[in-house]
């Protein structure tokens, strides 16, 4: 999967002369923590919600309200955006994105292609686009933990036994390698397995039920 698959297409954009007071409105209307700043069709920097409050007056300050909302109307973004920006193309994988993410500590990669932002991806979507459905969550059906399930030898009994009652698999995951646990977690899109974990429990498996969200 890339990037071009989860990132979100139609992205508001600010330039560096808008003033804060309005980027923080424009943020507060979409409830968005970030603003991607272009400048002649280019990425010149990113603006966070944090750089928008952080703008502002101190609590300390002798100015009155009248003097703060001035200030803060006179101030730009280009005054307190991140101008050295992570970024990644269209193309580039899933995996690669969340380890430049987590490499560089941010929330959010502008998607460029050439120079021009053409979408964005955010910490939201890794989960919301990719967890979620890698471990079934708010879906129908039924979650199933097999244990000692997770090596070669024992994935293929257990897929033989699933080919043999046709279930379905909408997700599968197991631990990695270095991990101590052997377990397999299956989501089925079917809701009555019970033949199924008997058929398990009959070649040697112990099978649960894990805990849903879906109704």
Known sequence: ???????TYNVVTITSSTPIIEAERIMAAHGFERLPVVDMGRLAGLVTKDNVLK???????TLTRGEAVYLLTRLTVAEVM?????????????????????ANKVGCLP??????????VTTNDFFYKILNPLFGLGQKGTRLKISGGADPKSMEKVLGVINRFGLTISSIWRPPADSQQNDLIIQFNESDIAGFMDALRASGFEAEKRESDAG
């Open 1 to 7: 999967m890339r990037i071009k698959d989860i990132m």
């Open 55 to 61: 703008a502002g007056p101190s609590a300390a300050t």
């Open 82 to 102: 991140k101008r050295s920006v992570v970024t990644v193309s269209p193309e580039t994988t899933v995996e690669k994105a969340v380890a430049v993410a987590q």
């Open 111 to 120: 998607v460029l292609e050439g120079e021009k932002v053409v979408g964005i």
